[in-house]
Nanobody, 126 residues
């Protein structure tokens, strides 16, 4: 069964840090690039970060570059998003996504991801 489960969201103040985690089923995770996206009310879902299957290639949206770090543990089937220096504009529901099996290269396009988690809410107060 394909499954992605996010955790780690919450309410924090501006400048704080949060670490999001996504647990994937082995079938979902194997050979797949992974990504994080976010969506605020009234806005389209936007790319945040992506990581290749090997973990050797990462890519970030300009809005989070230097503050967020994506990583993965292929032995544990997890992908994390460390978020530092949070800003109020980072408030959104954050979604973990996986490309189809064998799609090991990163993508910033949400339609190139085959599987999605249910999302975890991050709220940053001023």
């Amino acid at each position: 069964q394909v499954q992605l489960v996010e955790s780690g969201g919450g309410l924090v103040q501006a400048g704080d840090s949060l670490r999001l985690s996504c647990a994937a089923s082995a079938r979902t995770f194997s050979g797949s690039a992974m990504g994080w996206f976010r969506q605020s009310p009234g806005k389209e879902r936007e790319f945040v970060a992506a990581i290749s299957w090997s973990g050797g290639i990462t890519y970030y949206a300009d809005s989070v570059k230097g503050r967020f770090t994506i990583s993965r543990d292929n032995a544990q089937n997890t992908v994390d998003l460390q978020m530092n220096g949070l800003k109020t504009e980072d408030t959104a529901a954050y979604y973990c996504a996986a490309r189809a099996a064998g799609r090991w290269s990163i993508s910033i396009r949400n339609y190139e991801y085959a599987y999605w988690g249910q999302g975890t809410q991050v709220t940053v107060s001023s």
